[in-house]
């Protein structure tokens, strides 16, 4: 017993934890019917490892390093200050958005790359805000990713203006609760990062603009994970990382999603260059660019532009409806193979209400978690006790979920995880 | 005669034009006493081409393919999540702004790395008004890079509050005019982007704060052009780009500095999970981190900061008063072996106020650039008649200036210039 930490977990010992292998699904023949199969050999995946983080940190396409090395090489080094027009440098930000578009269900125009998510946020609650001048109410979430409520807290919305959705689960009923005519902005996690719980868009949405509230929808754990539908939602703005499930890279470019209908009243206000009607003008006042170029910024990351550029060739051959099939039938298998171990699940039972990952509790996630790495199965651990493990349905096997939950099975049976180190820096980036 | 444009510019075939050749002095003798030129074949430049626009996108340094990839194919590829931690991911923000700061005349802990110099200048001016709460107007240039502008119409400066310097030039008694007890902020560029001005920092900036105000410097266009000394000086906050002098690679991320007296009470919106005390805590609440870690918002563009990551090392052997040496002869070159040519120069005769670059006006300077790129002699072009020349002490030699000198007297005697089209976007980027 090293660790330093009182034990007030389950008994691990108990004997009616009979774990995985009990009455097994053919494996075998789910990986064989699977349609998006190929699609494992177009990552790079180390040696030994079992990846369940991809909705932290996506893996590396095949064909993505000499993408980038072309920029680097040829396009950078040779092409130098020309390629901005030569190598299609400026078109990128508009461009990678509307390759993006497919993927979130949006129309042409209304999606661009950009920035951070944290910095699209501030841009899109501002102009929500803006375009609601007579109300001072936001509706968001005490268990959104963090950076969502400190924008809230950025753009400047007052403390008794906030209505926070309960961290420990909320139905539509308790949201109704809080919208009213008062209320200018909900800001909503389509899937949320801790439990995977996928919310009905187009419902909220629905219910939302009954209130005359405006909708903005974090599509982190969303996109590249399901179909995303935010135009037949009647969604007003959006945005999402690249790096999770998109696999662009880490850190590579956020996305931005505003409604067409929207576009000519949107102000947003970090009005940089890449933003006016005429760049090269050189005019000294901000005009905004018609659509949704109003919402770009400043000059784009162009390296980490060209590594979201090389996933979304792989996107482009990705049918949705068989990535979502994947995904519900890699999570329900985990699922199943886990039930035995009694370790509570945060995620929802039914498919429909299902992201892509699976979050269960134990009392020293941390170190059981520590010890699945050490074993080479790669999830991550929230605080305070949350073991997250996700399903990118482009990499992934029902033989691996079979693996990755004999693996959870075996650290837990054999208390090996006893012998980990509490350690503060506990988090891997989400 | 196959421009469409009028030709009101000087007499060409002018008997007086004699050039570049006349009275040339030592070329090589300068050459092969100067220090820094070791340095060129550390950088990548293609075959044939005279690449004067290192102050719109750096050249590329022959090491940096090489950290790049193994950014990617290693750190992400096979590291994947776990380099957060383990490749040190995580603290490039804050490590890569302390390798900055030798370059701009700042102790560490005042200078970071993150998001576009747009976005740095929203933060830095928002944080700047937000410490002159009881002030309401902001001094900047008419003739300033339009994005800093922009910004200050984005932060919500009215217009009526806003004193702009004049285009056309200005002076520090000129300046002296605009400043007064109402104004909160100043805003300048170090060196002018258009004319190659350099400004009296440490004079202006004492001149400022006698009045109260704050400055914020945009360092764009001499980071890495000459020693900055920001400390020094007095400096409240800074922000400069790390694509042009520094060798960044196109859209590297931007640097930001705060002086170290205003962290404790400076507050920028751009409140995002980077910048909180303790990002992996994931409270509720913002908490702004001690220090200038508050300026941080989202999540790094990891493969561009592996490009700014790799031209800091050379940056680590670089002597910047021999840099400065060296700008001065280049730039002092080509002004002696242009002025036969009887281009106006925007860009001052003095030393002691000139950046990096000379531009040169002509009333056809587009069709002249052009014809200049077609030889090799790539260097831009601004708005509507400004010839742009950057001199990058680091990749070039004087033979290059005379070279480059020579190819704009070919070009304009012989009048090739005059078979260029006018096209609308003429632009590169700055």
């Not at 999606?111 to 951070?116: A, I, N, Q, R």
């Not at 980490?304 to 995904?327: C, F, P």
């Not at 886990?338 to 209400?353: N, V």
Request: glycine share 10%; hydrophobic share 40%.
């Amino acid at each position: 017993m090293t660790s330093d930490r009182p034990d007030t977990t389950v008994d691990l010992a108990d004997p009616d934890v009979t774990g995985p292998d009990a009455d097994a699904p053919d494996i075998a023949a789910l990986d064989a019917a699977d349609p998006l199969r190929g699609f494992r050999s177009r990552f790079t995946l180390p040696e030994g490892v079992l990846y369940l983080d991809g909705n932290s940190l996506g893996a590396l396409p095949v064909h993505t390093p000499e993408r980038i090395a072309r920029l680097v090489r040829q396009e950078w080094g040779e092409g130098l200050i020309r390629s901005w027009n030569e190598a299609g440098w400026y078109d990128l930000p508009r461009g990678l958005g509307d390759r993006i578009a497919p993927l979130v269900g949006a129309a042409p125009g209304q999606t661009v790359v950009c920035d951070s998510t944290s910095v699209n946020l501030f841009k899109v609650l501002t102009a929500a805000r803006r375009l609601r001048p007579d109300r001072r109410v936001l509706v968001a979430e005490l268990g959104s990713f963090p950076t969502d409520l400190y924008l809230t807290e950025g753009v400047g919305v007052a403390a008794r203006d906030r209505r926070l959705l309960d961290r420990d689960g909320w139905t539509t009923d308790s949201l109704a609760g809080l919208l009213a005519d008062d209320t200018a902005v909900l800001l909503l996690s389509h899937v949320d990062y801790r439990t995977g719980e996928l919310r009905d868009m187009a419902g909220i949405t629905e219910l939302a603009h009954r209130h005359g509230a405006l909708v903005v929808w974090d599509l982190c754990h969303s996109v590249g994970a399901l179909p995303v539908e935010l135009d037949a939602a009647g969604a007003d703005f959006a945005v999402g990382c690249s790096y999770k499930y998109l696999n662009g890279g880490p850190g590579s470019p956020a996305f931005l999603y505003a409604a067409a209908r929207h576009h000519d009243a949107a102000e947003q206000p970090l009005t940089g260059w890449f933003g006016h009607a005429d760049p090269f003008a050189f005019e000294p006042g901000y005009r905004p660019a018609d659509g949704i170029g109003r919402f770009l910024t400043g000059t784009p990351p162009l390296l980490s532009m060209a590594g979201l550029q090389a996933a979304l060739d792989l996107w482009d051959e990705v049918d949705l409806t068989a990535l979502r099939a994947k995904s519900l039938s890699l999570t329900s298998l985990f699922l199943e193979l886990t039930a035995p171990l009694g370790l509570p699940s945060l995620t929802p039972a039914e498919p429909s209400r299902r992201g892509s990952q699976v979050s269960l509790r134990h009392p020293h996630a941390y170190a059981v978690m520590q010890a699945l790495i050490e074993r080479g199965v790669i999830g991550d651990f929230r605080a305070p006790d949350v073991l997250r493990f996700g399903f990118t349905p482009l990499y992934l096997s029902h033989r691996d979920v079979l693996d990755a939950a004999t693996a959870l099975r075996e650290v837990l049976e054999s208390g090996v995880w006893r012998e980990q180190r509490f350690t503060a820096s506990a988090g891997a980036v989400t």
